[in-house]
Nanobody, 117 residues
Framework: QVQLVESGGGLVQPGGSLRLSCAPS????????MGWYRQAPGKQRELVAT???????NYADSVKGRFTISRDNAKNTVYLQMNSLKPEDTAVYYC???????????WGQGTQVTVSS
């Protein structure tokens, strides 16, 4: 079974930067989009950013201008560059891939991002 493997989380001070990476355990096909969600304690999981097969992108209003999503098609890898981090960005970040064939969705296990002084 394909798994999405995230890396790059950690502890950073407010105003700092982190880069998250996500790669599948083996090649996946028919990708419609890849993206990142996050879930803070006591809150629902929310969309952070998505990049589509057309290369168009979508961002949550709270991260626009600070976060950038990109991908390496040859590696099916997606990245999230996070700049000017704020304490409210603290959450577990999950990688997601939507494909056009069964099982339609893949999720990673999550990586913790903590923004604190």
């Amino acid at each position: 079974q394909v798994q999405l493997v995230e890396s790059g989380g950690g502890l950073v001070q407010p105003g700092g930067s982190l880069r998250l990476s996500c790669a599948p355990s083996r090649s996946i096909f028919s990708i419609y989009s890849m993206g990142w969600y996050r879930q803070a304690p006591g809150k629902q999981r929310e969309l952070v950013a998505t990049i589509f097969s057309s290369d168009s992108t979508n961002y949550a209003d709270s991260v626009k201008g600070r976060f950038t999503i990109s991908r390496d098609n040859a590696k099916n890898t997606v990245y999230l560059q996070m700049n000017s981090l704020k304490p409210e960005d603290t959450a577990v970040y999950y990688c997601h891939a939507e494909v056009t064939v069964f099982p339609f969705h893949y999720w990673g296990q999550g990586t913790q991002v903590t923004v604190s002084s």
